[in-house]
DNA sequence: AATGAATGAGTATTCATTCAT
DNA sequence: AATGAATGAATACTCATTCAT
């Protein structure tokens, strides 16, 4: 039951279409349940139907392989997201400070810390045994995303309140402490018996502030 | 290029034993070779014999069973490198700062970019479905490792180098970039047509450069 | 020749079900058939499968295990059979050594000379490495069968027919003839060169001869 | 360590069989005990070795194949004793009734009773799959066997002791309980949780008397 | 004589995908 | 539209036998 981002698309699609995004939504929220519990090649088709209560033959109606159920996944509870997301940022009117600490918090709230994050961990993990995907979720969602990130540090940068930094190597910097938080949390971070968990929210504020304090325009540039 | 211990039997051996000596290196390094470029599920046994040179049987003659081949390859390629930099750092004696930089780029330079690394996000990716590897990989590498950072941290904090801040937590921060590197040079940083790589020791040292500036140690704190 | 359960389905399926009805019996004719030929392990699943008409995958579809297979083939061509065999049983009238001749030939009719007979034989010479096995088969078919002739037994001491006898040790010399020739007959006896072979019906008929000669109660016990 | 029967051929053989006679007593006897633990297709040869304290080319040193160890193991174990037999028993002076008694007695305490015995249940077990061991023990051990039994009971007939019966269907008859004996012993004897094991000796002593009474020619067959 | 390293054919079980109904 | 029966390629691990030393 995931709160399928209304993807209204007015009148641009065949009826077969419409069925297709209303009726395999089951399918695509077992498909992430699985895929972000297990990863892509040790979930199983038939588990995935099993658990939206359909047969196997029924998940190949909708979906024409393991592949495209995958890419389906990622645009369903994915690509629609991040969408929102950059609008709001485009949006925002306030200090850029505050807004990287918005985003970055939002994020982990409404992304990362969801079973969307659980796909981007899956990713890191399984791109190179399936070049299609890594290239798909590379256009789909990577390059997007880092868009989105340059596009707030720049935003700094162009209204004096950032040093001059390297765009996109800070964009890598800001990404780290997410994707560790989100590839620790789907794999030791599920162990019973590891002592080596912090509290996320401690961490992202950390985490910000450091960043912060690293992008500061130094006021005594005279 | 595993630093296999000198195996400069004067002339004492025949060319059978020779060989017999060196089949588990051989081994090891084809392991590991294929480990990190196909994640450890998507390694078949055969491969990696066949990478070494010999047949199916040969390898299950040195290691009982493919989990048993992977920990070894972890003991060999990782925990005494581990132990090594220990001691190192132990015996530093400059300033935290410099230290921890030091650290840094030693560890990109002597693990994370080796095969070595590889295994590190490899076992991010494949710790849920092997439990038993998880644990292993938990006690043998992340646990220790974890140590030696926190007795940086540690001692950059009794030398009134640093802030008090909370060590694990910084912990986890310091590691978040290294991971990332890693993690990406494995899986995206892989692909042809991705234009999102950055050069890792720019990267580096801009990460080094921000932590101890959030951890210096406030001179005005009068 | 199993007695299948009559699968005279009137018209109301279709040929695809009517297909997928008749696989586990199939199957387990087949199973029974390999079995009995050639032992627990050294049948492959892929023999049964083939000689069923159907490939490998398919007999995992119907029975999750060779051991679980196995099971299945007892529980259809013995258990059944077992309790049947011990309703005449309790059903018969007349005098007990008349039953236990009966008993003794009818057995040897509908289960030992059979392909069930074989399993019989099977168990003994497997049941030492496959203690899963020997425990359900002792107590699906062992312990119900030995219980079965020391009432016979007991009915003929109750009745004043019998000596008065250890009926267990009886129960085993009872069935020793028996287990012999199955264990003969799909052993050295399916030897072309060999010349020890005697007709079993003389041989059940002079061992019942034996038998009630020994247990006769005395009737000059005065 | 068997207590070989010395097979004293005083000059018939070359230094090598010699040799060959001494050094492999362990071997055998290591293989001896494997193969009534396990049988013959469960008994891995590097067991044997590894048993006998020897490596597992050397085992191949001595006898060519797996086959042909196991030839050698029922030549040393059971035709030696088996022909001692039968000179006692020639060699017997009283009466049939006697003779016969002793005999089922002593094969129990000297055959069946120790790992010999198990031999036997293992040929039952496994001759359907190696017509070539089958055919071997026919001719070596169950002929020879067969006759023996024979003899005795056409002594009881020929001297008047016994009935006029069918010899080969009387000597299967008398083998019945000994190999029950064994076969039970070897298989579901072994098991814990079996409560249908009865004392041997008793069991014995109720067949021969049972046979006996069947047996004795009627004196009042006027 | 003795070793033990090396082989490779053999086997139970899994799973994405197809397709007749 | 929906089913679920059928497939067969794929994979870790075993073991009798060989042979260089």
Same mark, same amino acid.
């Given at each position: 039951?995931?709160?399928?981002?209304?993807?209204?698309? +007015?009148?641009?699609?065949?009826?077969?279409?419409?069925?297709?995004?209303?009726? =395999?939504?089951?399918?695509?929220?077992?498909?992430?349940?699985?895929?972000?519990?297990?990863?892509?090649?040790?979930?199983?088709?038939?588990?995935?139907?099993?658990?939206?209560?359909?047969?196997?033959?029924?998940?190949?109606? *909708?979906? +024409?392989?393991? @592949?495209?159920?995958?890419?389906?996944?990622?645009?369903?509870?994915?690509?629609?997201?991040?969408?929102?997301?950059?609008?709001?940022?485009?949006?925002?009117? #306030?200090?850029?400070?505050?807004?990287?600490?918005?985003?970055?918090?939002?994020?982990?709230?409404?992304?990362?810390?969801?079973?969307?994050?659980?796909?981007?961990?899956?990713?890191?993990?399984?791109?190179?045994?399936? =070049?299609?995907?890594?290239?798909? *979720?590379?256009?789909?969602?990577?390059?997007?995303?880092?868009?989105?990130?340059?596009?707030?540090?720049?935003? #700094?940068?162009?209204?004096?309140?950032?040093?001059?930094?390297?765009?996109?190597?800070?964009?890598?910097?800001?990404?780290?402490?997410?994707?560790?938080?989100?590839?620790?949390?789907?794999?030791? #971070?599920?162990?019973?018996?590891?002592?080596?968990?912090?509290? +996320?929210?401690?961490?992202? @504020?950390?985490?910000?502030?450091?960043?912060?304090?690293?992008?500061?325009?130094?006021?005594?540039?005279?």
């Amino acid at each position: 039951m995931l709160p399928v981002v209304s993807t209204a698309e +007015p009148a641009s699609s065949t009826r077969r279409e419409r069925r297709k995004d209303a009726r =395999p939504g089951e399918l695509l929220a077992a498909a992430l349940d699985l895929f972000v519990e297990r990863g892509f090649s040790a979930t199983r088709v038939e588990d995935v139907a099993a658990r939206a209560g359909v047969s196997k033959g029924t998940l190949f109606l *909708y979906f +024409p392989s393991k @592949t495209e159920l995958f890419k389906a996944v990622v645009r369903e509870s994915i690509v629609g997201r991040l969408r929102e997301f950059a609008q709001e940022i485009a949006a925002f009117q #306030g200090p850029t400070a505050e807004l990287l600490g918005m985003a970055m918090r939002q994020w982990w709230e409404r992304v990362g810390n969801t079973k969307a994050g659980g796909i981007s961990k899956l990713m890191m993990a399984e791109a190179g045994n399936f =070049p299609e995907l890594a290239q798909f *979720y590379l256009e789909e969602v990577i390059d997007p995303g880092t868009g989105l990130i340059c596009r707030i540090v720049q935003r #700094g940068i162009d209204r004096g309140e950032f040093r001059q930094v390297d765009v996109p190597t800070m964009a890598h910097a800001l990404v780290a402490p997410m994707m560790h938080l989100i590839c620790w949390k789907h794999s030791f #971070g599920m162990m019973p018996c590891n002592t080596q968990n912090t509290d +996320p929210d401690a961490y992202i @504020t950390q985490c910000v502030q450091l960043f912060l304090n690293g992008l500061e325009a130094k006021p005594t540039a005279t």
